[in-house]
């Protein structure tokens, strides 16, 4: 199974921004072999506008894209306008049952604050998902804030908050393969309930850290994505690829 992860478009309906997203999904579009899902994890537009979301549903529409919301995305307009739903402020929880696994992305937004976090709601919606996938079947977590720091420091003051309440559900279960993420700009790996902990880099800018030259968003290198292979068992790999 051959998964594509893209986060952080920021689409806001100005050229740059799109031709970078489009520029990603063209290259997704030319594989010699389809992948079997997009993961999308948020902040999919830069100020969760309806028009914003007008602009990623046309860029999504006819592609396996599986998203969810980061700090960026508004709740309301989101569930309106890409999930066909009435607007509402609960959490954007969802689950997606593909041949080779269960895909549960949670909503780790807190509305009007750039921090994450996964209220009781949605801890109880994951450890049930997690509960009820089919037996055998790996399970992949998503959400956008990553759960542990990733040594930059601007993304780690608004990272995750409550990441034991989150690893304590995740322990009770021993079908996750592994946790994927995105909101830091920059690939990353770690771990996280001693499982694989997945970070998309950004589509619209590469944050960089604090020992590279230069400081702060860089919007001059490439997009770039992960592909995440899983067999069966539950084994995760995941190659990295910048898109020129």
């Not at 051959?2 to 489009?22: F, M, N, Q, V, Y």
């Not at 700090?71 to 954007?92: F, I």
Request: net charge negative; hydrophobic share 40%; aromatic share 6%.
């Amino acid at each position: 199974m051959i998964l594509a992860h893209i986060s952080d478009l920021h689409l806001d309906g100005e050229p740059r921004a799109t031709k970078r997203a489009e520029r990603v999904f063209a290259f997704l579009d030319r594989l010699h072999r389809p992948v079997d899902a997009i993961l999308l994890t948020g902040d999919i537009t830069d100020h969760g506008t309806e028009a914003e979301y007008e602009q990623a549903k046309a860029l999504l529409r006819e592609r396996p894209v599986l998203p969810c919301p980061g700090n960026h995305d508004a709740r309301g307009p989101y569930r309106k306008v890409l999930l066909g739903e009435p607007a509402s402020e609960g959490p954007v929880n969802t689950v997606h049952d593909l041949p080779g696994a269960r895909i549960l992305l949670a909503d780790s937004t807190v509305p009007g604050r750039p921090h994450g976090y996964l209220d009781d709601e949605t801890l109880a919606w994951l450890d049930a998902g997690l509960s009820g996938a089919p037996a055998g079947k790996p399970v992949l977590v998503g959400f956008h804030h990553p759960p542990i720091p990733l040594h930059s420091p601007f993304i780690d003051e608004i990272r995750l908050r409550g990441a034991e309440r989150l690893a304590e559900v995740l322990r009770r279960h021993g079908n996750v393969a592994a946790v994927l993420c995105g909101h830091a700009h920059s690939a990353a790996a770690g771990t996280f309930a001693g499982l694989p902990l997945l970070v998309a880099p950004g589509v619209v800018s590469t944050f960089r850290l604090p020992w590279e030259t230069g400081t702060g968003l860089d919007g001059g290198q490439p997009p770039a994505l992960a592909f995440h292979l899983l067999d069966p068992g539950g084994t995760i790999t995941t190659h990295y690829r910048l898109v020129v």
